[in-house]
């Protein structure tokens, strides 16, 4: 775990309830430092859009509400905080499915992402930098969002969260349903912004994709972290490659009716 | 010019100032509904409440009558934004039909209210036009219907210019497609709800005072012609501003071509044929585009 001082994002034991009765995080605790990405692994249902829910404010709208623990922001309480704070402070989220205003032109798009800012000296400068690092919507701003392809969509999603010039970048699943090579672009350009300088939270299914380029992963099951370690030691674990990458720990096939992975996770959450 | 065409025109000019009045509350239902899901029935309400406001600003306390009409919608955007900041904001993520019932009950709350400090008197309006006219080309037109067709054209303008141009209109409609993803970008869903509440009740008391200037004067029942204007919206389409603005175009022009055409076409029909046009209208039209003329296919209906 990182020292409280250099992390940007500090999560500690959460608890969120859905509807006053389901518990889908039972005390998670999770560190982002400073300019580091951080992958957020799990299998559907095991809470990982809960907690960005639960980091960005948006809870309410889902019948969610922290019952437990704190979420801190640059050494700021910002727990339960309401999303246009969180924006403000410094925090922005790609959604999962990419969430664009579909009926709106991309340029329209963009500048909602910078809705909370105002200096307009400044949305220009992003503005110009977002439109630099996607060509693609350079060429296209005047055309409906809603017609663009899912990798564009994908890369407008992540320039109107950069319009908010965020220090914490928070993304949901940005290869899903995405072609490998797009899944290859979504890549380089989160190192590529991370390179520039902000701190980036990455939740995915694809876990090679997010080990790769990870400092530091977190492995959540039902609700609360059973691993936290370098993303290299992830990458090269045996259970890890086998749940989460697909590949059989010793090479050769094996049938699901020999894997005892409930001990393994058991062994984990103790 | 025949007289065919002389009677013609003045019955169209007369259903473009009727259709102007229509398009104003058309356009405040579909603000409120395209942003927040819900159908406001208080509508009718709020525009009684402009008019009265309106007719006090310009009788009791002598105002200019352009002022009236200023102070008169914008206590009415008062009453709106408060009114959906005090009720409406508990109901954030509760059923549209809880949320719809509130609004009638609203609705059922204004009118004693109003009886109770003007009185079910008809009341004159003092304004400037009165029963003026003009004559154009060999046509009469009434100076207050040209008011109402300009000052509609005016502010139609304005709203369109704002919901597509300006921040807080890409914000408003940000939150009407998206409503979670513009919470997102840390768009105020609170202040999106609350401006949208402001402008419709604005639109409303702006109808009901130039309503309230015209033949009819002014009395508790001037909430009514918020129904028709309720078809002028669904045959427009519900979440479509310019379809609100046609709808109402297209539902006063029938309205009043009907009237005008009472004697030679529908005298079989009983004499208040034309109060059902904008019904038969509705149905005809949801018959054939059952998302209204301008409306979008997905739009949930309640």
């Known amino acids: ?270 | 010019m025949s007289p065919e065409l002389t009677a013609f025109l003045t019955n169209c000019f007369a259903g473009l100032a009727l259709g102007s009045t229509y398009a104003l509350v058309a356009l405040g239902f579909v603000v409120i509904y395209k942003s927040t899901g819900v159908i406001n029935f208080a509508q009718g309400g709020l525009l009684a409440l402009g008019a009265y406001l309106g007719y006090t600003f310009s009788e009791n306390l002598a105002l200019a009558f352009g002022l009236s009409i200023l102070f008169a919608c914008l206590a009415a955007a008062f009453v709106g934004a408060g009114f959906e900041r005090i009720v409406l904001r508990r109901m954030v993520g509760q059923p549209p039909f809880a949320v719809i019932m509130i609004t009638i009950g609203l609705l059922f709350i204004i009118e004693p209210v109003l009886t109770a400090v003007w009185g079910f008197d008809n009341l004159q309006v003092p304004n400037p036009w009165n029963i003026q006219t003009v004559e154009a080309g060999g046509l009469v037109f009434g100076v207050r219907d040209l008011w109402t067709i300009g000052i509609t054209i005016a502010v139609v303008t304005a709203f369109f210019l704002f919901f597509r141009f300006s921040g807080f209109g890409l914000a408003m409609r940000a939150t009407a497609f998206d409503p979670e993803a513009a919470l997102a970008q840390g768009i105020s869903a609170k202040k999106v709800y609350a401006v949208s509440w402001a402008i419709a009740a604005a639109l409303a008391a702006l109808a009901g005072i130039t309503l309230a200037a015209g033949p009819g004067g002014l009395s508790p029942s001037i909430g009514f012609i918020a129904l028709a204007a309720f078809p002028a919206m669904i045959l427009g389409g519900m979440d479509s501003p310019a379809g609100a603005v046609l709808g109402g175009i297209v539902i006063g022009l029938a309205e009043a071509l009907t009237r005008g055409y009472q004697d030679q076409l529908f005298s079989w029909a009983g004499d208040n044929v034309s109060i059902i046009v904008p019904y038969l209208l509705m149905i005809v039209i949801l018959l054939i585009r059952p998302y209204g003329l301008l409306g979008t296919k997905d739009v949930r209906r309640i």
Not at chain 1, 56 to 73: C, N, P, Y
Not at chain 1, 84 to 109: H, P, S, Y
Request: no cysteine.
């Open chain 1, 1 to 270: 775990m990182v020292a409280a001082g250099e992390s940007i994002l500090s999560v500690s034991n959460l608890e969120v309830v859905y509807d006053d009765v389901v518990l889908v995080l039972r005390g998670l605790s999770l560190t982002v430092p400073t300019a580091g990405v951080v992958a957020l692994l799990g299998a559907n249902g095991a809470g990982k859009t809960t907690l960005l829910r639960a980091v960005t404010g948006l809870l309410h709208s889902h019948r969610g509400r922290i019952t437990k623990g704190t979420v801190q922001f640059d050494g700021r309480d910002i727990t339960g905080a309401d999303p246009a704070r969180v924006v403000r402070l410094g925090i922005a989220q790609v959604m999962e499915g990419r969430r664009i205003f579909a009926e709106m032109t991309i340029d329209e798009n963009l500048r909602a992402g910078a809705h909370t800012r105002r200096s307009r000296a400044e949305v220009r400068e992003s503005y110009a930098r977002v439109l630099d690092l996607f060509p693609v919507l350079a060429s296209r701003r005047r055309s409906t969002a809603g017609y663009l392809s899912g990798g564009e969509q994908q890369m407008l999603a992540i320039g109107r969260a950069l319009m908010a010039a965020p220090r914490l970048l928070l993304l949901d699943e940005p290869s899903l349903g995405l072609a490998p090579k797009l899944v290859e672009q979504v890549r380089d350009i989160i190192r590529h912004i991370n390179e520039q300088g902000t701190s980036v939270l990455l939740v995915e299914q694809n876990a090679m994709m997010a080990l790769s380029i990870a400092d530091f992963g977190y492995v959540l099951e039902v609700g609360t972290v059973v691993r936290d370690d370098p993303a290299g030691d992830l990458l090269a674990d045996e259970d890890i490659r086998e749940f989460y990458l697909g590949a059989p720990a010793d090479g050769a096939q094996r049938s699901f009716a020999e894997v005892k992975s409930y001990r393994r996770k058991k062994r984990w959450s103790a």
